[in-house]
């Protein structure tokens, strides 16, 4: 079954602990992504990946980083979580850049207190 | 600065009824628009999408209808289903290259909640 995966699916930590949220997708897709959901504010992206060691920032790239070393894994990296990353993550992919149709993981909730 | 609007939050609708989901945008680069639809505890899911070049694209029971001047486009659900309760997404991409190519803006999603 074609499918993203992401874990934890949810997450309680405290401020100043690294974590990694894993992605796995078994597309063979080039491009990868990750969002953050809040309320009033919709997904925003955090990082993307057009490909293997192809990252760059999104729209929100503050306090996470992020690597893309094999192509179907694009782990998601707080080394120093801190409150105002507790959100609802989402690891999505795509066939390539210029596809638009990505497909979602089930999300992370994530608290960090 | 939200590139992409969906002012009402949430809408309720009667079985059998229309649904109208709306969405505005500001980037006049925007040139594919996509509709995800998300259930609790699940990611989002491709729903329906349409290029600038065309002003409706219709699928079963879903249509989107895009407004270039106004900047404006809706999801129409006829007739709406119990099943299509779930938050709605509207998102906008600009194809033109640039750090921007294939990079998807979403906006705030619209609740939808459908009554038997």
């Known amino acids: 079954e074609a499918q993203v995966t992401q874990n934890p699916r949810y997450l309680i930590t405290v401020t100043g602990k690294k974590l990694t949220v894993t992605c796995s997708q078994n597309?063979?897709?080039?491009?990868m992504s990750w969002y953050r959901q809040d309320p009033g504010l919709g997904l925003r992206q955090i990082y993307y990946s057009m490909n293997v060691e192809v990252t760059d920032k999104g729209d929100v790239p503050e306090g996470y980083k992020v690597s893309r070393k094999e192509k179907r894994n694009f782990p998601l990296i707080l080394e120093s979580p801190s409150p105002n990353q507790t959100s609802l993550y989402f690891c999505a992919s795509s066939r390539d850049r210029g596809s638009y149709e990505q497909y979602f993981g089930p999300g992370t909730r994530l608290t960090v207190t | 600065d939200q590139q992409v609007k969906q002012n009402s939050p949430s809408l309720s609708v009667q079985e059998g009824r229309i649904s109208i989901l709306n969405c505005d945008y500001t980037n006049s680069m925007f040139d594919y628009f996509l509709w995800y639809k998300k259930y609790p505890a699940e990611g989002p899911t491709f729903l329906i999408s349409i290029s600038s070049i065309k002003d409706k694209n219709e699928d079963g029971r879903f249509t989107v209808f895009l407004n270039k001047s106004a900047k404006h486009l809706s999801l129409h659900i006829v007739p709406s289903q119990p099943g299509d309760s779930a938050v709605y997404f509207c998102a906008a991409s600009a194809r033109t290259g640039g750090t921007s190519y294939g990079k998807l803006t979403f906006g705030q999603g619209t609740i939808l909640t459908v009554h038997p």
């Open positions: 597309m063979n897709h080039e491009y």
